[in-house]
């Protein structure tokens, strides 16, 4: 089975503070994808990131920044400087079997919202 | 970049009528498509992968002949709630896989309020 679990139910920071999304993954897969995307409140998805699990690399797009580490499960995503229109509902999601008998499918975490403070 | 387009983007009706959504691959061909729910402030919940040209795969716990999905071509996927009834309303979306960097593109979504 395959689960994606995001402690974080609602997160407020003031603008221009550093923020973490925290996500932990459960897979018995040795090979899969985690994605972060962002949902604001017209409800469209907006895709962040697409991890592999071979590649352990941290990465960096501008104010985003991402941390794998399979020792943990972990996969967070920080964001710096944050901004109002930061604010949204973040998810965490993993693609792997479902089954471990070939059904992969894309699992979501429940989601952090986040609200940036002017 | 793959585009999915969804419609409608928001739609009420009445109880026991019947809603069509529909979901449609602009510049690439979808033999698989996946349709979510999403209740408030909670999380995307898998219903059904939808493959052209064959029938669904529905999740345990969603009903089959309330939700109907056709897939009767690789650019259109369609999900019809049946008889839809006030704990129907939610938010749609469907997805699709694609070969681009992000490997899921997502359709806008359909607010679904049955009243």
């Known amino acids: 089975a395959q689960k994606v679990t995001q402690a974080q139910t609602e997160i407020s920071v003031v603008e221009k503070e550093d923020v973490t999304l925290d996500c932990v993954y459960e897979t018995r897969d040795t090979t899969y994808y985690l994605f972060w995307y962002k949902q604001p409140p017209s409800g469209e998805l907006v895709f962040l990131i697409r991890r592999n699990s071979f590649d352990e690399q941290n990465e960096i797009s501008g104010r985003y920044s991402w941390n794998f580490q399979k020792s943990t499960s972990s996969f967070n995503f920080t964001i710096t400087a944050s901004q109002v229109v930061d604010s949204a509902v973040y998810f965490c999601a993993l693609w792997a079997s479902f089954s471990g008998a070939g059904s992969y499918q894309l699992t979501f975490g429940k989601g952090t919202k986040l609200s940036v403070i002017p | 970049g793959a585009v999915v387009s969804q419609h409608p983007s928001w739609v009420i009706c009445k109880s026991g009528t019947s809603v069509k959504i529909e979901c449609r691959s602009l510049d690439f061909q979808a033999t698989t498509m996946f349709w979510y729910r999403q209740f408030p402030k909670q999380s995307l919940m898998l219903m059904a992968t939808s493959n052209e040209g064959s029938k669904a795969t529905y999740e345990q716990g969603v009903e089959k002949d309330k939700f109907l999905i056709n897939h009767a071509s690789l650019t259109l996927s369609t999900l019809t709630v049946t008889s839809a009834h006030p704990e129907d309303s939610s938010f749609y979306i469907c997805?699709?896989?694609?070969?681009?960097?992000?490997?899921?593109?997502f359709g806008s979504g359909t607010r679904l309020t049955v009243v």
């Open positions: 997805s699709a896989r694609t070969v681009s960097s992000d490997g899921y593109t």
